[in-house]
């Protein structure tokens, strides 16, 4: 979970992202290891989000104020996007969910920005918070 002022951050998204996953129907594991991540090392996510056959991948990112979150994105939906490709059918796509209000490219990523330089990019969906937190409350990632 990103965040620059800490921990603090992470348990405000998660109090906004769990009840509503599980209002939704969802069963969630936390801080997953979900296989390999490009360029090495393992590939966490916040949260691994399952409905019956469906699995979803969850990354969490906040911005408080400009920084360089912003700059991390595009390397996340990279391997995000390798993760679902990777594994054929157990997840059926990931998410990274923006928060705060510190992003100078939210409407960029939000509105597919990516799409024309990601490979991949049907496999990810870039969401402000508030949307996600409305799909994943109506069961309906």
């Given at each position: 979970?990103?965040?620059?002022?800490?921990?603090?951050?992470?348990?405000?998204?998660?109090?906004?992202?769990?009840?509503?996953?599980?209002?939704?129907?969802?069963?969630?594991?936390?801080?997953?290891?979900?296989?390999?991540?490009?360029?090495?090392?393992?590939?966490?996510?916040?949260?691994?989000?399952?409905?019956?056959?469906?699995?979803?991948?969850?990354?969490?990112?906040?911005?408080?104020?400009?920084?360089?979150?912003?700059?991390?994105?595009?390397?996340?939906?990279?391997?995000?996007?390798?993760?679902?490709?990777r594994?054929?059918?157990?997840?059926?796509?990931?998410?990274?969910?923006?928060?705060?209000?510190?992003?100078?490219?939210?409407e960029?990523?939000?509105?597919?920005?990516?799409?024309?330089?990601?490979?991949?990019?049907?496999m990810?969906?870039?969401?402000?918070?508030?949307?996600?937190?409305?799909k994943?409350n109506?069961?309906?990632?």
């Open positions: 979970m990103a965040g620059g002022t800490g921990t603090s951050t992470g348990a405000v998204l998660e109090a906004m992202v769990l009840p509503a996953l599980e209002h939704g129907g969802y069963a969630v594991e936390r801080q997953v290891h979900v296989g390999g991540r490009l360029g090495g090392g393992k590939q966490l996510v916040d949260i691994v989000a399952r409905s019956g056959p469906d699995v979803f991948l969850v990354s969490m990112k906040w911005q408080q104020v400009s920084g360089t979150a912003e700059q991390k994105v595009p390397f996340e939906a990279m391997c995000l996007a390798d993760v679902v490709r594994s054929a059918t157990e997840y059926r796509k990931a998410y990274i969910v923006l928060g705060g209000p510190g992003w100078k490219l939210r960029f990523f939000v509105n597919g920005g990516l799409a024309d330089h990601l490979t991949h990019a049907d990810i969906d870039i969401v402000a918070l508030e949307t996600f937190v409305a994943a109506a069961g309906a990632l």
